[in-house]
């Protein structure tokens, strides 16, 4: 780590407010440091977990300069970053960890994919492309578009399954850089973190197993089902490229499982992920408190399971509403092994994260875990309470 003043030796900065910063918040200070924020409202869920928040748009360069000189290392919460502007902060010692250089090729869907492949790791077939272009020869239904940079959530990605659809997508996509992708038929959706510090320690988490509805993840199941060739394959992806890209903290890695046997990579993120949040309650490091070890140069934690399984479940907005949902967090609080992550956001809106609640389990048996999350997923959506 560059020379740094004693008073600051302990302080990390995060560009962003959100959830991920909360629940880094709260690991903070189990590891003795201290954290600032930036980020552009006061009522943002990790303000209430920061020490000192400069309130300020993400992009607010004069904001992150400040940031960066009054932390002994700055870190991201999402990958929305403008790399130019960073770059001049970095080039006048600003400390970012994970690197730009890390980042570069990460904040493009299109980019991701071609890195992957310099790595030898398999990807779904894609092309660069626009909505203007047409669809090319031997291209064919179902198949997926998707923004090349800016989505979360299923936001810009579309699963296209005729003519009809492809017409039918938003008139402001002729506009957007693209990737045209094929349709994966996958067998399961599966996510990693893995982190690797300053000096080359690698840890990799538990593989899971994510289920996706209209694109959006509803909930996680840890470990995933699935046999020692695929985690093999899993663990192997997530080293190469940790270790190739220089990555200095952590990140998420989705991918699908085919029927054959194969693990293409799906997308990385280059931070915490929403498909890690259960080793907050199931394992013995959390993805956060181990971003923060390897962002600020202590020796990282074990990733290992505490329990045999775990299920994480996201708790998503399904109405326009102020309701803070008490009552049906009291009901999932008080299933067993139950730890209920409530994200104080201001305000509901559907599709919205709002929190989760990860159910640890004596059992890793796929079926027993799929049936917790549903019956979550019931009580969750259900009109009335009862
Ligand atoms: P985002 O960046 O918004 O998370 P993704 O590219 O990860 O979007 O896609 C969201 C979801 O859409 C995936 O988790 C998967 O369920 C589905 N999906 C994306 N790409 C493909 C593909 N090539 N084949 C099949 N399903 C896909």
Not at 59 to 78: G, H, M, P, R
Not at 298 to 325: I, Q, R, T, W
């Amino acid at each position: 780590m560059q020379e740094v003043q004693d008073s600051m030796k302990q302080r990390v900065g995060v560009i962003g407010g959100g959830q991920l910063a909360w629940m880094m918040g709260a690991e903070a200070k189990t590891l003795g440091l201290e954290l600032w924020l930036q980020t552009p409202n006061a009522s943002d869920p990790a303000v209430a977990r920061a020490d000192k928040t400069i309130l300020a748009d993400l992009q607010d360069i004069t904001a992150t300069a400040k940031l960066s000189e009054e932390c002994a290392v700055v870190t991201f919460e999402n990958e929305f970053v403008d790399l130019e502007a960073l770059g001049k902060l970095a080039a006048q010692g600003a400390n970012f960890r994970p690197s730009l250089a890390f980042l570069e090729p990460l904040l493009d869907k299109y980019d991701q994919r071609r890195c992957c492949e310099k790595f030898n790791i398999l990807v779904p077939h894609y092309q660069a492309w626009s909505l203007t272009d047409g669809l090319p020869e031997g291209w064919q239904y179902p198949l997926v578009i998707k923004a090349r940079r800016h989505g979360y959530d299923g936001k810009g990605t579309f699963v296209i399954k005729n003519e009809a659809e492809l017409k039918a997508l938003p008139t402001g996509l002729e506009q957007t850089p693209l990737l045209l992708e094929a349709f994966v038929p996958f067998e399961q959706e599966l996510a990693v973190m893995v982190a690797r510090s300053a000096s080359g320690d690698i840890r990799v988490f538990p593989v899971v197993e994510t289920q996706q509805i209209h694109q959006v993840c509803h909930w996680a199941i840890a470990p995933a089902a699935v046999n020692n060739t695929v985690e093999d394959k899993v663990i192997h992806i997530a080293q190469t490229l940790a270790e190739n890209l220089g990555l200095v903290g952590i990140m998420g890695i989705e991918l699908f499982l085919t029927p054959a046997g194969e693990v293409l990579v799906n997308e990385i993120a280059p931070r915490t992920h929403n498909s890690g949040h259960f080793s907050l309650d199931a394992c013995q490091t959390s993805q956060f408190a181990m971003q923060l070890q390897a962002i600020a140069g202590l020796p990282l934690g074990s990733p290992d399971l505490l329990v045999k399984g775990a299920v994480m479940v996201n708790l998503l907005g399904f109405e326009h509403s102020d309701s803070d949902y008490d009552h049906k967090r009291q009901i999932l609080t008080q299933m067993p092994d139950s730890h209920v992550h409530w994200y104080g956001k201001a305000g509901a809106s559907p599709g919205r994260k709002l929190g989760h609640v990860t159910i640890t389990s004596p059992t890793d048996d796929r079926s027993t875990l799929m049936a917790i999350a549903k019956k979550i997923e019931r009580l969750w959506y259900a009109q009335s309470d009862e």
